[in-house]
Antibody, heavy 124, light 109 residues
Framework: QITLKESGPTLVKPTQTLTLTCTFS??????????VGWIRQPPGKALEWLVI???????RHSPSLKNRLTITKDTTKNQVVFTMTNMDPVDTATYYC????????????????WGQGALVTVSS | SYVLTQPPSVSVAPGQTASLTCGGN??????VHWYQQKPGQAPVLVVY???DRPSGIPDRFSGSNSGNTATLTITRVEAGDEANYYC????????????FGGGTKLTVL
């Protein structure tokens, strides 16, 4: 059974760096083709993909936010850490981590399991 | 970058069929995935690779994709299907990345 859970601050100040941790179980990020991504959703708005890390440590970032995002994986702890720099009130959103499965060792292009989400508010 | 266009809202009576569209340039050449999101909940994958269903998803949910439009079809709509639905593709045309549509709110009358 695959589960993921986001953890981190619920409130950050403008210009600060947001750090969120995704702790997962039921799969390994050592498995070829598997990945963990981060997606956010401002209140009342659509999903926005942010970043993904794969088992081979390949990273893909949203082109519009690339300069602000980093993602690292710790396969021994079954965790993925996400950071976003220079936070602004418009970054207020629920942040989700999600599992990207593999098929025959190759990455698939969708997310089949999601965490419950973490609401992050940016305010002074 | 690649853009996916979804109508903001669709309404359908219970028992009828809902067709939710997702438009994109030559989207028929890409694999499209659909997520259902109910208020206060995380998205749930309901269709992947244009027309496949994850285990546990009713066969009332189906997908198709051709030309510039992908469609999620929900037959025999139930009150519990009321939700936001998002389409998603992997854009490998430039700097490989994930793209979501703006979402469609399905209202069951």
């Amino acid at each position: 059974q695959i589960t993921l859970k986001e953890s981190g601050p619920t409130l950050v100040k403008p210009t600060q760096t947001l750090t969120l941790t995704c702790t997962f179980s039921g799969f390994s990020l050592n498995t070829s083709g598997v990945g963990v991504g981060w997606i956010r959703q401002p209140p009342g708005k659509a999903l926005e993909w942010l970043v993904i890390v794969s088992s081979d440590d390949d990273h893909r970032h949203s082109p519009s936010l690339k300069n602000r995002l980093t993602i690292t994986k710790d396969t021994t702890k079954n965790q993925v850490v996400f950071t976003m720099t220079n936070m602004d009130p418009v970054d207020t959103a629920t942040y989700y981590c999600a599992h990207r499965p593999s098929q025959w060792g190759m990455p698939t292009p969708y997310f089949d399991y999601w965490g419950q989400g973490a609401l992050v508010t940016v305010s002074s | 970058s690649y853009v996916l266009t979804q109508p903001p809202s669709v309404s359908v009576a219970p028992g009828q069929t809902a067709s939710l569209t997702c438009g994109g340039n030559s989207i028929g050449n890409k694999e499209v995935h659909w997520y259902q999101q109910k208020p206060g909940q995380a998205p749930v994958l309901v269709v992947y690779d244009d027309s496949d269903r994850p285990s546990g998803i009713p066969d009332r949910f189906s997908g198709s994709n051709s030309g510039n439009t992908a469609t999620l079809t929900i037959t025999r709509v139930e009150a519990g299907d009321e939700a936001n639905y998002y389409c998603q593709v992997w854009d490998d045309s430039t700097d490989h990345h994930v793209v979501f549509g703006g979402g469609t709110k399905l209202t069951v009358l």
